[in-house]
């Protein structure tokens, strides 16, 4: 017969029954053979992470913030730094052509991303269905995604070039319009559609990739009791397919929505915000003013608008993503 090393408490009662009580759990500030508590310990490991984060992200945001409330113009440092409360915020907010630039960005915004998960999602219809050679396509599907954006506007550029790109030759091979005739990145009417066009090839590879896997999360069964009731392929996709992946389509809405929302070099290598100011997006705006106009205390402004807009419409996005998880 084995006993355990633990010692064990025993009460007798005046029935004579005893119960054997094992003894009270260690605490989690006790020590062990001298040395630190585990909560020490614990403390000893998250610290490093924490500094890091306040280093990096929470004492440039606190400056930042601090900076939007002043007069700062690094192009004249020379100047005493002045407070000017909320002027930067409402010189912005009063700009008829910072709301155009908005305009532009929400433009962008929404055809890029309607366009990528149209895209996205019919690649993942594609490739679910597991045909021969699926591996391999599927790897060429997602190179563009795995490209610097830096490298995928370069590329582009050169595609688009009206005397060298063979883009220009290959529309004029459908259309019989000469090649010089026309400038992708170059024309009023053409640019948005460039920058949605190069946006959409790079990352509708990311959306599929969300969408794949919500298409491979349904059970066969499903699909299987449909067969038996004799549900066409068409009412499977109305009834099960599309229902089943709507929180993975708005997943990959809000990832993209967000990225570009503050898209940046991808644009500034096509079209640097042109011609004139068609394509020029709020970041290149953004830029412009903190960098070329070196006016500090107006961009650390605009950067804080452009944070709240962000983080507020995200946060009311997640909240009507749960509740389309919780039906």
């Known amino acids: 017969?084995?006993?355990?090393?633990?010692?064990?408490?025993?009460?007798?009662h005046p029935d004579h029954a005893s119960v054997t009580r094992a003894p009270p759990?260690?605490?989690?500030?006790?020590?062990?053979?001298?040395?630190?508590?585990?909560?020490?310990?614990?403390?000893?490991?998250?610290?490093?992470?924490?500094?890091?984060?306040?280093?990096?992200?929470i004492f440039p945001l606190i400056w930042m913030i601090r900076l939007s409330f002043t007069s700062l113009n690094l192009s004249m440092s020379y100047l005493p730094l002045r407070f000017v409360g909320l002027d930067n915020f409402q010189d912005i907010l009063t700009d008829e052509d910072m709301w155009a630039r908005l305009q532009t960005?929400?433009?962008?915004?929404?055809c890029s991303v309607a366009l990528q998960v149209f895209v996205g999602f019919g690649l993942a219809l594609l490739i679910n269905r597991r045909f021969r050679g699926h591996s391999f396509w599927t790897t060429i599907i997602l190179l563009p995604m795995m490209l610097s954006p830096a490298?995928?506007?370069?590329?582009?550029?050169?595609?688009?070039?009206?005397?060298?790109?063979?883009?220009?030759?290959?529309?004029?091979?459908?259309?019989?319009?000469p090649p010089s005739s026309f400038s992708m990145t170059?024309?009023?009417?053409?640019?948005?559609?460039?920058?949605?066009?190069?946006?959409?090839?790079?990352?509708?590879?990311?959306?599929?990739?969300?969408?794949?896997?919500?298409l491979r999360s349904i059970p066969d069964y499903i699909y299987e009791a449909a067969e038996v009731d004799r549900a066409s392929p068409w009412r499977q996709f109305w009834s099960i397919t599309l229902p089943m992946t709507v929180p993975f389509l708005m997943l990959a809405v809000l990832f993209r929505a967000i990225e570009n929302f503050k898209m940046f070099d991808m644009v500034n290598l096509l079209t640097s915000g042109g011609p004139g100011?068609?394509?020029?997006?709020?970041?290149?705006?953004?830029?412009?003013?903190?960098?070329?106009?070196?006016?500090?205390?107006?961009?650390?402004?605009?950067?804080?608008?452009?944070?709240?807009?962000?983080?507020?419409?995200?946060?009311i996005y997640v909240k009507a993503l749960n509740r389309v998880k919780q039906r």
């Open 105 to 110: 960005t929400a433009r962008f915004v929404v």
């Open 151 to 177: 490298v995928v506007g370069n590329f582009w550029t050169l595609l688009f070039q009206p005397q060298i790109g063979p883009f220009n030759y290959l529309v004029s091979l459908f259309t019989g319009v």
């Open 277 to 315: 100011s068609t394509t020029e997006l709020v970041s290149i705006t953004l830029k412009r003013a903190a960098f070329e106009k070196w006016r500090t205390g107006y961009s650390s402004a605009l950067a804080i608008i452009l944070f709240v807009t962000v983080f507020g419409a995200a946060n």
């Open 186 to 214: 170059g024309e009023v009417g053409l640019a948005p559609w460039t920058i949605v066009l190069v946006d959409t090839w790079m990352w509708a590879p990311y959306v599929m990739l969300i969408c794949l896997a919500g």
């Open 1 to 12: 017969m084995s006993y355990s090393k633990k010692k064990m408490t025993t009460i007798i």
């Open 25 to 57: 759990a260690k605490s989690s500030h006790t020590w062990r053979g001298g040395g630190l508590p585990d909560r020490a310990i614990a403390w000893l490991f998250v610290a490093p992470t924490i500094a890091l984060l306040l280093a990096i992200n």
